[in-house]
């Protein structure tokens, strides 16, 4: 098993590692999702259901729909 690891930044932000990027693929502008099962998570590029799942529920979202909310993830 290889192993790959980041660092957070302040804004928990991680780089993802270049072996990672390569074996899923990704490119600038990607989606990545993480699929989380008790203490394990694994991260896949995501799919196109994955955005759909993710539109359908932005609207149940309310407590993440401040102006403040706006400005801290408007880079992400």
């Known amino acids: 098993m290889q192993t ?6 302040t ?3 991680a780089t993802i590692p270049d072996p ?7 490119n600038a502008g ?3 999702a993480f699929d989380i099962e008790n203490n394990s ?3 896949r590029k995501a799919r ?4 759909a799942f993710a ?4 609207g149940t979202l309310s ?12 880079d992400l």
């Open 55 to 58: 539109s359908s529920l932005e």
């Open 48 to 51: 196109p259901v994955d955005m």
């Open 41 to 43: 998570v694994r991260i």
């Open 30 to 32: 990607d989606a990545i």
């Open 63 to 74: 407590e993440w729909a401040s102006e403040a909310d706006e400005e801290a993830y408007r």
């Open 4 to 9: 790959a690891t980041s660092k957070l930044t």
């Open 20 to 26: 990672v990027r390569k074996i899923l693929h990704l």
């Open 11 to 13: 804004k928990y932000q």
